[in-house]
């Protein structure tokens, strides 16, 4: 079965300092791969998207950016953190016979 | 004008009760919707996916009306475990799925 796993679980960083969050699947292969972003009490927010190896679709423009190094793996990163930055970041597959998207269990960010 | 929009609720019910909220969505083109149930500071996890003709999964019923361009979601026998937000998504296009703010429901004893 797939699984879908995303770390670090909780980060607490100060402005102006980089991130990287990574995401790996399992179980599939070559799926298409999102990062979301919900900020406190907010929906959920399409930042980048991947089809594959190297593909990045971005949402909205922002500091951030997102890479896809091998078919199972998605990372998001930023060079300088803004206050702004804050959120709970999800990282999804989605199946592609149904569309269905599955969440892995989500990072939270803090930017003090 | 949203892509999706939600009554962000709170819906307070006793045990047992009904409870049924809706979710309209802005593109008609739309072709695939879905139920996720958020607990606090949890990921997403679908619920069910909506279909044409309605489903139903126990307890939970969900209906698509494309006319009006919105979906329900309807909760029978209400349990206490059943207190979350509940987040309708609507997928546009191959890629991308658009997802509501969600509804809160609370479930009381």
């Known amino acids: 079965s797939q699984t879908i796993h995303q770390w670090p679980a909780t980060l607490v960083q100060p402005v102006g300092s980089p991130l990287s969050l990574e995401c790996t699947v399992e179980?599939?292969?070559?799926?298409?791969l999102y990062w979301y972003r919900q900020a406190a009490g907010r929906g959920l927010q399409l930042l980048f998207y991947?089809?594959?190896?190297?593909?990045i679709s971005s949402e909205v423009p922002q500091n951030l950016s997102a890479s896809r190094p091998q078919d199972r793996q998605f990372i998001l990163s930023s060079k300088k953190l803004l206050l702004s930055d804050s959120g709970f970041y999800l990282c999804?597959?989605?199946?592609?016979?149904?569309?269905?998207?599955?969440f892995g269990e989500g990072s939270r960010l803090t930017v003090l | 004008r949203k892509e999706v929009e939600q009554d962000p609720g709170p819906f307070n019910v006793p045990e047992g009760a009904t409870v049924a909220f809706n979710c309209t969505y802005s593109?008609?083109?739309?072709?695939?919707f879905f139920w996720y149930r958020q607990d606090c500071r949890k990921e997403p996890k679908l619920l069910m996916s909506?279909?044409?003709s309605g489903n139903e999964d126990g307890r939970f019923t969900a209906q698509l009306n494309r006319a009006s361009q919105y979906i329900s979601l309807l909760i029978r026998d209400s349990k206490l475990s059943d207190s979350a937000t509940y987040l309708c998504?609507?997928?546009?296009?191959?890629?991308?799925?658009?997802f509501g703010a969600g509804t809160t429901v609370t479930v009381r004893a």
């Open positions: 999804a597959w989605r199946r592609e016979d149904t569309g269905e998207l599955f």
């Open positions: 179980g599939t292969s070559n799926p298409n």
């Open positions: 991947s089809v594959g190896i190297g593909q």
């Open positions: 593109n008609s083109a739309s072709q695939s």
């Open positions: 909506v279909y044409s």
């Open positions: 998504a609507v997928n546009h296009n191959d890629y991308k799925l658009s």
